[in-house]
C-alpha cells in the first residue's frame, strides 16, 4: 500500500476528501502537495485507524450492545418478568398515611373520610377511648380498642388480624401511645435506664429493635393504613375579623423524629379544619394550598395508588 493509499485508510476518507485535506495543508504550510503528503504521513504516524463508518439505512437504529431494541411504546409492551424482576405498579403498592393535629382538629373524622373514598371495609384500632365510633352513624367500619400498656405485641397482632380478615383499610388512631403512652417506647426506656443501670443511650440501644420491628410490620402489612398522629399543642394570639381570639396550634407529631419518612402522604391539620401537606410522594396536592380532606381526596389518592392518575 502506498503513502496515499495508507493515508486515505488512516483518515478513512475517499481520493476526492483526502486532495481537498491536501489542498488545505499546502495553504497551511505553503508547500507543494508532495511535501504536503510527506507531514500528513508523519503526522498520521501511531494514530490508531479510525473504526469504518457504518452507512445506515433510514428505518436502522444503532441499538446499545446488550440492549435488545423494541419499537413498541411503553404502556403496550408484553410484561414479561426478566429474572427476578417485574414490571413495577403504583396498583401493587398500599397506601401509608399520617394525618398530624392538635386535639380537636377533626384527625379521626379526617381519616375514616379518606379511608370512605378508598373503599372497601374499613378496621380502626382505637386507642382514643371510642371516639372514631362516635362517628359510628356516619361511616361504616369494624373497631377495636387497644387498652394499656400499649406494648408492640398488640400492635403488631393489630396488623396481622387486618390482613387475614381482609379489610382493605386500617386506621391507626393514634398511634402517639405506643411512643408515650402507658408502657410505650418512652416508659420503656426510662424504666431500663432507671432499673437496670443502664444510661439514657444504652437503653434506647434495647428500645430501638421494638420500634423498627412495628415500622416494618407497618409498612409490609398488605392493606392501607392511615395513622393519626398527636401534635404538640401550642396556642397563639390571631386576629380573626378585628378581633384579637386564641388559636390552639400544633407544632409537630408526639412520636419519634423521622416517622414522617415511613409515609407516603402526611397531612397536617389545623385547629380550623384544614389541611396542609407537609410530605407527599404521589405530587397531587400543593404544598403551599390549604385545604378541607374529604371523601374526594380519598378517591383521588385511590386513583394515583390504580396508576389512573
Keep these: 500500500m502506498g503513502a496515499r493509499e495508507n493515508l486515505m485508510a488512516k483518515l478513512n476518507v475517499d481520493n476526492e476528501q483526502l486532495n481537498e485535506i491536501i489542498k488545505k495543508k499546502m495553504a497551511e504550510k505553503n508547500c507543494s502537495a508532495t511535501q504536503a503528503l510527506i507531514l500528513m504521513s508523519k503526522e498520521a504516524e501511531g494514530k490508531p485507524s479510525p473504526a469504518p463508518q457504518m452507512t445506515l439505512r433510514p428505518e436502522e437504529k444503532i441499538v446499545p450492545r446488550g440492549v435488545d431494541y423494541d419499537e413498541t411504546p411503553q404502556d ?11 414490571r413495577a405498579h403504583r396498583k401493587e403498592s398500599k397506601l401509608r398515611l399520617a394525618l398530624t393535629g392538635a386535639s380537636g382538629s377533626g384527625k379521626t373524622y379526617s381519616a375514616l373520610l379518606l379511608a370512605m373514598g378508598l373503599g372497601g371495609n374499613i378496621a380502626v384500632a382505637d386507642t382514643e377511648r371510642g371516639s372514631a365510633a362516635l362517628y359510628s352513624h356516619l361511616f361504616d367500619f369494624d373497631t377495636v380498642e387497644i387498652e394499656p400498656p400499649y406494648q408492640i405485641k398488640k400492635w403488631i397482632d393489630i396488623f396481622d388480624s387486618a390482613v387475614e380478615s381482609n379489610y382493605n383499610v386500617l386506621i391507626l388512631d393514634s398511634i402517639t401511645p405506643l411512643w408515650s403512652g402507658e408502657g410505650g417506647l418512652l416508659e420503656m426506656k426510662e424504666q431500663l435506664s432507671k432499673h437496670s443501670g ?11 429493635p421494638l420500634y423498627n420491628k412495628f415500622v416494618e410490620r407497618m409498612l409490609n402489612a398488605n392493606i392501607h393504613i392511615i395513622a393519626t398522629i398527636r401534635a404538640k399543642a401550642e396556642y397563639a394570639m390571631e386576629t380573626d375579623g378585628g378581633r384579637t381570639v386564641v388559636k390552639k396550634i400544633g407544632l409537630g407529631p408526639q412520636f419519634r423524629d423521622g416517622i414522617d419518612y415511613e409515609f407516603t402522604t402526611v397531612f397536617d391539620i389545623a385547629s380550623d379544619h384544614s389541611a396542609l401537606v407537609s410530605k407527599d410522594r404521589s405530587g397531587l396536592f400543593d404544598a403551599k394550598t ?16 390504580e396508576g389512573k392518575q
Design 198 to 208: 443502664k444510661n439514657s443511650f444504652t437503653a434506647w440501644a434495647d428500645v430501638t
Design 76 to 86: 403496550n409492551r408484553p410484561t414479561t418478568p426478566k429474572g427476578m424482576f417485574h
Design 290 to 305: 390549604p385545604f378541607i380532606i374529604g371523601k374526594e381526596t380519598g378517591q383521588k389518592i385511590g386513583k394515583w395508588l
